[in-house]
């Protein structure tokens, strides 16, 4: 196992109907300024309930923070949040409201000519030194942005993953409730996105680290369990609550604690989201299988473990193994309505270009756990994507 250091400072509130506990978490003196996306925290009456809960504090509302956040809406919030002397933030939605507000959180401690500053420091953490505190009530899981310090920025089509401590969570609370309004393709999205974010950690070489191992293979198995029960029984509250508890962990820090990582499919998804606009989750989905596919050979070992312990394969060689594990895993995503080729997107040779010069631009050029994908490979993968 790699040495690491581990810190996660996030309070979780788990359950139904808790909303009413704001009260306790917040400062009963804080200026809050309640962020959330399009409009269905609005619509479906969470907006309401938080007001409720926020009694008589000082409050202002941010409405209007896009899947896939831009910086230009998100500068516009920090302004807002520096004008009316904001001291704590409350993200309402999915990963692009809670990694906005976390942006927010940054920017508004930050004089404008920093703002700049605050992304392209790929995984190092920003060089801020504040930010406001802010809590999140996740209503779609997915991302883990409800327990862990990064986000993800949209800037001119390009999207700039950012990371601090500072942006943690102090508290975030995750009522199966409030999902039951998702539609059918974001649970699907959730899932994948989920799956995709233990892969990535789990899916590298062996460092002897069990604990993380068998931590990555049990949230592994519970997304098989119950992705697809989600995804068909809104009524399923159990299968539900396993799967927001799976998304979290997915992505808290704690599987990819001493492990070391490869966010390949994260890094190329990226680039067909911000040119594309294809959503997160199913962007993975497209391309890890052709990128697992690609690198067989690096990923030996651990593929087979893959296949012996999560799909339970355990007929046949090893190549015969891994095949058969990496076809189980696109048809798990298929079997959610995913599709898991590019031209369905209508995306072709000169989109696929696009992706590689979006990667290059952004110094995406050395990926995975070993440095060494390069741009050639992830057009080969890419092409086997189609
Ligand atoms: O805007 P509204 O009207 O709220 O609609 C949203 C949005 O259109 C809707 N939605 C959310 N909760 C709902 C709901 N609709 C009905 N009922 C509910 N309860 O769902 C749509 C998608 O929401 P979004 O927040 O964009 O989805 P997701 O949670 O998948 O987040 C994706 C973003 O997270 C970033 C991605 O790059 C992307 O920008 N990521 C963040 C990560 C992190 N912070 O660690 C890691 C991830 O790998 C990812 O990159
Ligand atoms: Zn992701």
């Known amino acids: ?57 000082d409050v202002i509302e941010f409405s209007g923070i896009e899947a896939n956040p831009q910086f230009d809406t998100l500068i516009k919030a920090a302004n807002m949040a520096k004008e009316n002397k904001i001291d704590f933030l409350l993200a309402v939605g999915g990963g692009s409201v809670m990694d906005g507000t976390k942006f927010i959180a940054l920017a508004a401690k930050a004089e404008a000519e920093d703002y700049a500053s605050l992304l392209s420091h790929g995984f190092a953490p920003v060089p801020a030194t504040e930010a406001l505190a802010l809590g999140c009530i996740a209503t779609l899981p997915a991302t883990g942005s409800e327990m862990n310090m990064g986000g993800v920025i949209t800037l001119e089509h390009q999207k700039r993953p950012f990371m601090s401590p500072l942006v943690f969570p102090k508290f975030s609370l995750l009522d199966p409730e409030l999902t039951k ?18 892969l990535e950690q789990y899916l590298t070489f062996p460092v002897d680290a069990r604990i993380q191992d ?8 519970t997304l098989i369990e119950i992705g697809p029960v989600t995804y068909k029984d809104n009524d399923d509250l ?127 050029t050395a990926l995975s756990e070993s440095g060494d994908l390069t741009l050639d490979i992830v057009r080969k993968i890419l092409i086997a994507a189609k």
């Open 1 to 57: 196992m790699l040495d690491f250091d581990y810190y996660n400072p996030t309070h979780i509130v788990f359950g139904e109907n808790r909303i009413a506990e704001l009260d306790k978490l917040i400062a009963a003196d804080a200026k809050v300024m309640v962020t959330f996306g399009g409009q269905s925290a609005k619509k479906y009456g969470t907006i309401d309930k938080v007001i409720a809960a926020l009694g008589s504090r």
């Open 181 to 198: 309004t998702l539609p059918k393709e974001q649970i699907a999205n959730g899932v994948a996105d989920a799956f995709i974010h233990v």
């Open 214 to 221: 068998r931590f990555s293979e049990g949230v592994l198995q």
């Open 238 to 364: 159990n299968a539900r609550k396993n799967f927001i508890w799976s998304a979290t962990n997915a992505l808290n820090g704690a599987i990819g604690v001493g492990v070391p990582q490869d966010w390949s499919t994260h890094m190329i998804g990226h680039e067909l989201t911000a040119l594309f606009d294809i959503a997160h989750g199913r962007t993975l989905a497209i391309i890890i299988p052709s990128l697992l596919r690609e690198r067989k050979e690096k990923k030996h070992a651990k593929l087979v473990q893959f296949a012996e312990r999560v799909w339970g394969i355990t007929e046949g060689t090893a190549e015969e193994k891994i095949n058969k594990a990496i076809d189980q895993t696109e048809a798990f995503f298929n079997s959610l309505d995913i599709i898991t080729n590019l031209n369905h997107y209508g995306i072709d040779d000169a989109g696929i270009d696009k992706v590689i010069a979006n990667l290059e631009n952004v110094g995406m």
